[in-house]
């Protein structure tokens, strides 16, 4: 069975970074379409960031890009999202996701197109 479980949110200033981790289980882990995604109070939830490693393939929400960066260790079966200058907007429940490789060709940040999901980890940005 997949699992999808996240770790590395925290509270930090404006301006500071963190790296959130996403250990897999059950996955052919080089051949899905992998995300992060976050849902703040009262907002929908939204894609960040996804990859596909098959084809070397990266894709960012504008909000985030040059910001954030999505990687992954095939070996540790490990999905990583390193959130640099991090700003209060980025304020929110962070979840890993997986879906099948084809929806990276299409639309990699659209929540609804994935179908296992992590638990969620909470960042917080102060100013």
């Known amino acids: 069975q997949e699992q999808l479980v996240e770790s590395g949110g925290g509270s930090v200033a404006a301006g500071g970074s963190l790296r959130l981790s996403c250990a897999t289980s059950g996955y052919a882990f080089s051949s899905f379409c992998l995300g992060w995604f976050r849902q703040a109070p009262g907002k929908e939830r939204e894609g960040v960031a996804a990859i596909y490693s098959g084809a070397s393939s990266t894709f960012y929400a504008d909000s985030v890009k040059g910001r954030f960066t999505i990687s992954q260790d095939n070996e540790l079966r490990t999905l990583y999202l390193q959130m640099n200058s991090l700003k209060p907007e980025d304020t929110a429940t962070y979840y890993c996701?997986?879906?099948?490789?084809?929806?990276?060709?299409?639309?990699?940040?659209?929540?609804?197109?994935?179908?296992?999901w992590g638990q969620g980890t909470q960042v917080t940005v102060s100013s």
């Open positions: 996701a997986a879906t099948g490789s084809i929806v990276c060709y299409g639309s990699p940040l659209t929540p609804t197109r994935y179908n296992t």
